[in-house]
Each structure stands twice: as structure tokens, then as C-alpha cells.
């Protein structure tokens, strides 16, 4: 694929369930990182992988947020028992080299908590 | 925690007209100012990006100026087009030579140009 892929697009979940979003990185990209952007807002930073390493989680909001990056390629950003606060737009952000300042975005996956 | 400040919310220009977006920040470790550009439904798309060593960089009718004393910058589009009708974010990235080049985004500029 030509740019980052994001799935699903849009998830609703109810309250208390646990969701899975999943990103495809542009292929050999080694920098992988998630946001959260509420209606209206700015993306916020939640966590970047270097490859597989997790070296920045300082933006997950708590301890129910998890993302993985195995292989160092797709990344799963992992929600448990959700709540309505989590509703946001979840962005998914690759780059080609550590310390390149343009990331590639996905068109994100919409989450809405009922 | 809002380190990059942007205004307006929202403009509203003419077909033709010069759209100007302003950002401030506070922290000096800042050193990369990217602008990205986001159509609804769409992820942002890096527009154009300026280093504090520079005062102004042009990319067709995109400008930006920074004013490193001020630590402001900002987003000029000449002659505005109804397609430029986007959200616009400033952007910057702390210690930009670090592990970790994390985009700490501006709130966001909703710009409608009417033809």
C-alpha cells in the first residue's frame, strides 16, 4: 500500500467492552506513533514505537490503553472496558527514519463509546 | 498541558484573499515547526516545516514566518482557493535530534474560503 492504513474505520462500542485498532505502516517505516484527536481538537500523543521498541507511552491516558508493535511493522492500540471518554478519532503516524519530522498519517479509526 | 497555542479558531476568507494562522509556544527546547493540513475524514498531511535558523520559508503560495525572539510563527496562503477549505495545525516537535520526534500539535484552524 502507498500510505498508512487504519482499521476498522469507525468502531462503536459499548461502555465496558474492550476494542482493538489496528495500523499498517507504510512498509520499512521505523517510527510508529498513535493519537487521539477529539471532535474539534488537536491531535494529543499517546505512545511511538521505534520498530518494535516502545520507548514513549508517556501520552496513554491510563492504565487500560495498551499498544504493541511485535515485529516492529503493524501496531494494535488496545482499549479495555471503555469508557464514553475514550470516543475519538485514533490516529495512526509513520516515519521513514528516526529523526525525520514528516509523519505520514492514516485517515485514523472514529471510536464511539455508547 | 497546551504548549503550542494557535488562532484563530476559525477564518473565514474570500477566493483570492491572504489566509494568516498564527501559533506561539513557550518552550525553547522547541526546534522543528511543521504545519499539517486536514480534510474532514482524512489523517493531516504535512504541508510545509520551518527550523528556527530561518526567519521565512516559501512553498508556493504557503509561507511560513517565524519569529524565533517572539517564539511565534505562522501560516500565510496567498491567493486562497475554496479547495485550501481545511483545518489547518502548527505543530512542533521538542528536541527534534532525540529518540523521539513527537508532534505536539496546536488546536487547530477550521479556514473556509468562499469562492
Known amino acids: 500500500g502507498a500510505g498508512v492504513s487504519q482499521s476498522p474505520r469507525y468502531k462503536v462500542a459499548k461502555r465496558g467492552q474492550d476494542v482493538a485498532l489496528r495500523c499498517d505502516p507504510i512498509s520499512g517505516h521505523v517510527s510508529l506513533f498513535w493519537y487521539q484527536q477529539a471532535l474539534g481538537q488537536g491531535p494529543e500523543f499517546l505512545t511511538y514505537?521505534?520498530?518494535?521498541?516502545?520507548?514513549?507511552k508517556s501520552g496513554l491516558p491510563s492504565d487500560r490503553f495498551f499498544a504493541e508493535r511485535p515485529e516492529g511493522s503493524v501496531s494494535t492500540l488496545k482499549i479495555q472496558r471503555t469508557q464514553q471518554e475514550d470516543s475519538a478519532v485514533y490516529l495512526c503516524?509513520?516515519?521513514?527514519?528516526?529523526?525525520?519530522?514528516?509523519?505520514?498519517f492514516g485517515n485514523g479509526t472514529r471510536l464511539t463509546v455508547t | 498541558q497546551q504548549q503550542v497555542k494557535q488562532s484563530p479558531q476559525s477564518l473565514i476568507v474570500q477566493k483570492g484573499g491572504i489566509s494568516i494562522i498564527n501559533c506561539a509556544y513557550e518552550?525553547?527546547?522547541?526546534?522543528?515547526f511543521p504545519w499539517y493540513q486536514q480534510f474532514p475524514g482524512k489523517g493531516p498531511a504535512l504541508l510545509i516545516a520551518?527550523?528556527?535558523?530561518?526567519s521565512e520559508k516559501k512553498e508556493g503560495r504557503f509561507t511560513i514566518s517565524f519569529n524565533k525572539s517572539a517564539k511565534q510563527f505562522s501560516l500565510h496562503i496567498m491567493d486562497s482557493q475554496p479547495g485550501d477549505s481545511a483545518t489547518y495545525f502548527c505543530a512542533a516537535i521538542p528536541d527534534h535530534s532525540g529518540a523521539t520526534n513527537k508532534l505536539i500539535f496546536g488546536t487547530g484552524t477550521l479556514l473556509a474560503v468562499q469562492p
Open positions: 503516524a509513520s516515519s521513514e527514519r528516526v529523526q525525520s519530522g514528516t509523519l505520514h
Open positions: 514505537f521505534q520498530n518494535e521498541a516502545q520507548l514513549d
Open positions: 520551518i527550523r528556527p535558523d530561518v
Open positions: 518552550n525553547t527546547a522547541f526546534d522543528y
